[in-house]
């Protein structure tokens, strides 16, 4: 193989509109939603038949029988069926950790272009049977006779076992919810309740705006009579924002984050079409952007770290990788999980303590130009199903530096058990 690597383009993507959970998407599920993004994508670029070297898309929350939803997805959206497909799940990284395998297949030549994207649904939810009833459903199994079986099933039995479990939403480690870390997380970094709302707000006002100049044509198609996000207020205000009780630490008194400031539970799906120059040229397809690199971190939350700041140690380490500094971005794509963790993390690379004994940086990283960061919004406005945040954000940074001819955009996804996956794009 030879020791050069390619360069690797984006070509362009497509999302359906997220939505509410149990609203327009409620009987639709991953399945449903990941052939709808894969197909449109197949109609955009003229795909139809093609063989492409891999698909990666992934669910956080998806059925048993999904196991290979990717390989499914594919065999329904119009691609050739020789197209392999591979499932992955990194919780809210998931379809940026599907870009950064697409990109390192094609940068090392084992492929010519891929699909890379997510689906996550909160209406179909897995619901399965107890523990105590799994176990005694199997022990019946095992039974070698009828009166195995029965002793089985009856010893013991209490009706409380057909209680059903549903997914949990805390983290196994702490049992507290990533709502509740985000929250000790901004009682540590100092960032207020109104700072948290006005970042809100303008984030439904640069979706909005985005909307009404066209910008998501092409990138958002419509979907079961959706044609724009089902979470986007238009009409907030710092006084809506600010009536709003607060949604994790009711009882303290000092809680800030709220359901507007936070992330709803939401359905989606986005995939982005990523390829070397040769294959590009061969299909007449032009690139939007170049996929640079990625970073991957952890955090040890469980011993005190803030969960969602893991991105602010990758970020550094792929910065000193190219020898770039914070501020040498034109666009900064910062995914809001919470309002408060996208200050936190700024905060956190301005202040000179934690990046020299974090980060172990002789100087602050440095602020950056509010102007740059999510210019066209973000998760709080457009809602954040799980594995396709990653996608929607690599499509939507693709076309920002395909308008502006030029430029590079930095990108960072806070993830569930303390992961950071981070991202740059140049053109």
């Known amino acids: 193989m030879e020791n050069t690597l390619k360069r690797v383009g984006v070509i362009g993507g497509v999302r359906i509109p997220f939505c509410r959970n149990n609203t327009a998407y409620a009987d639709v599920g991953n399945f449903g939603m990941s052939v709808k993004v894969l197909g449109s994508l197949v109609e955009r670029f003229g795909l139809h038949g093609v063989e492409l070297g891999e698909v990666a898309m992934g669910a956080v929350i998806k059925h048993s029988s999904e196991w290979n939803l990717a390989r499914e997805a594919v065999l329904s959206s119009g691609l050739a069926p020789t197209t392999p497909g591979i499932t992955t799940a990194r919780a809210c990284g998931t379809s940026l950790d599907n870009a950064i395998i697409i990109a390192n297949k094609i940068a090392t030549g084992q492929i010519e272009a891929g699909i890379a994207g997510g689906s996550d649904t909160t209406s179909d939810v897995p619901i399965v049977l107890g523990e105590r009833l799994r176990k005694r459903l199997l022990a019946v199994n095992r039974g070698k006779s009828w009166q195995d079986k029965l002793r089985a099933a009856t010893q013991g039995f209490s009706f409380r076992e057909f209680k059903p479990a549903f997914p949990g939403v805390a983290e196994p480690r702490t049992g507290m919810s990533m709502g509740d870390h985000c929250e000790k997380m901004a009682k540590e970094w100092h960032i207020a309740r109104q700072a948290q709302d006005q970042l809100a707000l303008e984030s439904h006002q640069k979706l909005a705006a985005a909307y009404e100049a066209g910008f998501f044509d092409g990138l958002v198609v419509p979907f079961r009579g959706l044609k724009r996000d089902g979470f986007l207020r238009p009409d907030s205000s710092l006084e809506k924002l600010g009536s709003l009780k607060p949604a994790f630490d009711k009882t303290s008194g000092h809680g800030t984050l709220t359901a507007g400031n936070s992330t709803g539970l939401s359905d989606g799906a986005a995939v982005v079409l990523l390829a070397s120059d040769d294959w590009a040229a061969k299909r007449g397809l032009s690139i939007q952007a170049y996929f640079r690199d990625a970073e991957v971190a952890a955090v040890d939350f469980v011993h005190g770290e803030g969960l969602l700041m893991a991105p ?116």
């Open 312 to 427: 602010t140690v990758a970020v550094p380490r792929m910065l000193a990788r190219h020898g770039l500094s914070l501020q040498d971005f034109d666009y900064y794509e910062i995914h809001e999980a919470f309002a408060a963790q996208v200050l936190c993390t700024l905060r956190a690379w301005e202040s000179a303590d934690y990046c020299k004994q974090r980060l172990g940086l002789e100087q602050p990283l440095g602020s950056i130009d509010p102007a740059k960061l999510n210019v066209h919004g973000s998760s709080l406005a457009a809602g954040h199903p799980f594995a396709a945040t990653g996608a929607r954000v690599v499509a939507t940074l693709a076309k920002l530096l395909e308008q502006k001819g030029s430029g590079r955009g930095l990108i960072s996804i806070c993830t569930a058990g303390g992961m950071g996956v981070t991202a740059i794009l140049e053109r």
